[in-house]
C-alpha cells in the first residue's frame, strides 16, 4: 500500500513570499500532523488534522497555516517567508490503531 | 510539554558491535515510537512501543511505561545502521521528539 505522499521533495524560495505543501496520507488514515526540523531546533509539532478539523497546533505564528480535504489530503502554507522558515517539512499520518508513518519531506530553502 | 531526553548524542561503533540508545521522557504517554532517519530525511518507524518488548531482526526495544524510559538495541550493527535514531512520544495526537542519537558505524 502507498506511503504517505509529500510534495514538492525540494523548494527554494525568497523572503517575503508564500508556500503551499502537500501531504496526501496512506489511503484511510483520516489524521494528519505536520512538523517542522531545523538543526537549531530539532522537530517541532506544527498542527494536526483529522477530518478536515484542526486538533492541535504547536507554537507557531499565524503565518503557519494548514488545512485538510475531505479525501484527508492536506496542505500547509507559509506566508511571509522569512529566512529562519528554511526547513525540512514532514508530514505523519495515523489510523486507528499504530503509530504515526511518515513522508520523505519537503526541503524549503529560503533565499 | 513533555520532555524527552536520548542518550547518548552520539555514538561511532565498529562494524559487528552492540549498541544501545536510551530515551527518556517526563510524563505518562500513550505513544511512544522509535524512528531512523535516513540520509534524504524520511523518519522510518521502527518501533510503534508504548509498553512492552519487541523484536524486529537484529532491532528490539523495550518500554517500560511506569519508569518512563525506553530502550532501543542494535545487535551486530552494520554501515547501513548509521544515522539519527530518534524517540518520540505522544500524549494525545502531538509528538514530542527527543535531539536523536546520531550513530556512525565504521567498517
Known amino acids: 500500500k502507498a506511503g504517505v505522499t509529500q510534495t514538492p521533495r525540494y523548494l527554494i524560495k525568497t523572503r517575503g513570499q508564500q508556500v503551499t505543501l502537500s501531504c496526501s496520507p496512506i489511503s484511510g488514515h483520516r489524521s494528519v500532523s505536520w512538523y517542522q526540523q531545523t538543526p537549531g531546533q530539532g522537530l517541532q509539532f506544527l498542527f494536526e488534522y483529522f477530518s478536515e478539523t484542526q486538533r492541535n497546533k504547536g507554537n507557531f505564528p499565524g503565518r503557519f497555516s494548514g488545512r485538510q480535504f475531505s479525501n484527508s489530503r492536506s496542505e500547509m502554507n507559509v506566508s511571509t517567508l522569512e529566512l529562519g522558515d528554511s526547513a525540512l517539512y514532514l508530514c505523519?499520518?495515523?489510523?486507528?490503531?499504530?503509530?504515526?508513518?511518515f513522508g520523505s519531506g519537503t526541503r524549503l530553502t529560503v533565499v | 510539554g513533555i520532555q524527552v531526553e536520548q542518550s547518548p548524542p552520539d555514538l561511532i561503533l565498529q562494524e559487528g558491535a552492540n549498541s544501545t540508545l536510551r530515551c527518556n521522557f517526563s510524563?505518562?504517554?500513550?505513544?511512544l515510537q522509535w524512528f531512523h532517519q535516513n540520509p534524504w530525511g524520511q523518519l522510518i518507524n521502527l518501533f510503534y512501543?508504548?509498553?512492552g518488548t519487541k523484536q524486529n531482526g537484529r532491532l528490539s526495544a523495550t518500554t517500560v511505561a511506569t519508569e518512563r524510559y525506553s530502550l532501543l538495541y542494535i545487535s551486530s550493527s552494520q554501515t547501513t545502521d548509521s544515522g539519527v535514531y530518534f524517540c518520540a512520544v505522544a500524549t494525545g495526537n502531538q509528538f514530542y521528539f527527543g535531539t536523536g542519537t546520531s550513530l556512525t558505524v565504521i567498517p
Open positions: 505523519a499520518s495515523r489510523g486507528t490503531d499504530y503509530g504515526y508513518t
Open positions: 510524563d505518562s504517554v500513550n505513544n
Open positions: 512501543i508504548p509498553s
